[in-house]
């Protein structure tokens, strides 16, 4: 059964940065496009980034570009998200995707709150 489990998100001040981390399992992670998604209060949820299999390719959401780094070490089936130059409107739950044919998987997502 696949399975994808976020961690590294938390409480930072504007300004700062935090890393996630997305652990796969139960699916062939090497060869899967990854990505990252993000649900703010009261928003729809929104895509963030996303990688190559290879993870030779990244694209980003205008919003993020230029402050956050996706990436991706296939040894230890991890995907993660550098987020720097952290903002309040970045305060969202953070979620790992993987597309399918058939229904996406999902990660259970990590909290980010970005607050003085």
């Known amino acids: 059964q696949a399975q994808l489990v976020e961690s590294g998100g938390g409480l930072v001040q504007p300004g700062g940065s935090l890393r996630l981390s997305c652990v796969a399992s139960g699916f062939t992670f090497s060869s899967s496009v990854m990505r990252w998604y993000r649900q703010a209060p009261g928003k729809e949820r929104e895509w963030v980034a996303l990688i190559s299999a290879a993870g030779d390719s990244t694209n980003y959401a205008d919003s993020v570009k230029g402050r956050f780094t996706i990436s991706r070490d296939n040894s230890k089936n991890t995907m993660y998200l550098q987020m720097n130059s952290l903002k309040p409107e970045d305060t969202a739950v953070y979620y790992c995707?993987?597309?399918?044919?058939?229904?996406?998987?999902w990660g259970q997502g990590t909290q980010v709150t970005v607050s003085s």
């Open positions: 995707n993987a597309p399918r044919r058939g229904p996406d998987y």
